[in-house]
T-cell receptor
C-alpha cells in the first residue's frame, strides 16, 4: 500500500492564482481531512469528509474548497491564493470518524504564495 | 476554550538518556488522547492512542501515560536514539461533531551523540 499520497510536494503561486492540491489514499478509509501547519502553531483543520459525497468545514475553511467524488481522492482547491495561505498542507485519512481510529498522514505539500 | 498545551517547547538530550514530555489539556468532553511523532519535512506518525479508561500505553521505547482527572499526559522515551530527534505532538479528541481533534504545538526533541 502506498498509504496517503500528496501532490505536488512544493508549489509557488502568485497572489490571485488558483490551484488544486491532490490527496489520495489506497486503504479504503472513509474519513479524510486537510490540515495546515504554520510555524509556532498546531495543525489546524481546514475541511474534512466522512465519506464519498460528504464534506464539512473545519476550523479554518475560508479560501478553500473540497469535494469527495470517490473514496480514494480528496482534493483541496485554493480559489484565489493569498500570502496568508503560505503554509504546509497535510492530508490525512482514517478508517472511521477519528475517534480512536489511527490517522495516517501524507508527506505534505509546501505552498508559497508571493 | 478547548486547548492543548505542551512543555517544554524544545529539549536537547544526549543519546542513551531518557526524557519525558508533558501535555496538559482543557478539552471537554474528552474522548481520547494521541501522541504523534513528526520528523522534519514529513507528516505526523501515530505513536499511541489512549481512551479515558487507559492510564498507560507503550509502543516500543515510547510510553504514554494519561491522568484524566488532572487532564495531563506524558510521553516517556527510554534509551533515546538519534532517530528520536523529531517533534512530538499531543492531540486530544473531544466527543462532539466529526473533525474534533485539537492539536498541541509540539515539543521539538534533539538527541545529540
Amino acid at each position: 500500500n502506498a498509504g496517503v499520497t500528496q501532490t505536488p510536494k512544493f508549489q509557488v503561486l502568485k497572489t490571485g492564482q488558483s490551484m488544486t492540491l491532490q490527496c489520495a489514499q489506497d486503504m479504503n478509509h472513509e474519513y479524510m481531512s486537510w490540515y495546515r501547519q504554520d510555524p509556532g502553531m498546531g495543525l489546524r483543520l481546514i475541511h474534512y469528509s466522512v465519506g464519498a459525497g460528504i464534506t464539512d468545514q473545519g476550523e479554518v475553511p475560508n479560501g478553500y474548497n473540497v469535494s469527495r467524488s470517490t473514496t480514494e481522492d480528496f482534493p483541496l482547491r485554493l480559489l484565489s491564493a493569498a500570502p496568508s495561505q503560505t503554509s504546509v498542507y497535510f492530508c490525512a485519512s482514517s478508517r472511521g470518524g477519528g475517534r480512536g481510529e489511527t490517522q495516517y498522514f501524507g508527506p505534505g505539500t509546501r505552498l508559497l504564495v508571493l | 476554550k478547548n486547548q492543548v498545551e505542551q512543555s517544554p517547547q524544545s529539549l536537547i538530550i544526549l543519546e542513551g538518556k531518557n526524557c519525558t514530555l508533558q501535555c496538559n489539556y482543557t478539552v471537554s468532553p474528552f474522548s481520547n488522547l494521541r501522541w504523534y511523532k513528526q520528523d522534519t519535512g514529513r507528516g505526523p506518525v501515530s505513536l499511541t492512542i489512549m481512551t479515558f479508561s487507559e492510564n498507560t500505553k507503550s509502543n516500543g521505547r515510547y510510553t504514554a501515560t494519561l491522568d484524566a482527572d488532572t487532564k495531563q499526559s506524558s510521553l516517556h522515551i527510554t534509551a533515546s536514539q538519534l532517530s528520536d530527534s523529531a517533534s512530538y505532538i499531543c492531540v486530544v479528541s473531544w466527543r462532539g461533531s466529526q473533525g474534533n481533534l485539537i492539536f498541541g504545538k509540539g515539543t521539538k526533541l534533539s538527541v545529540k551523540p
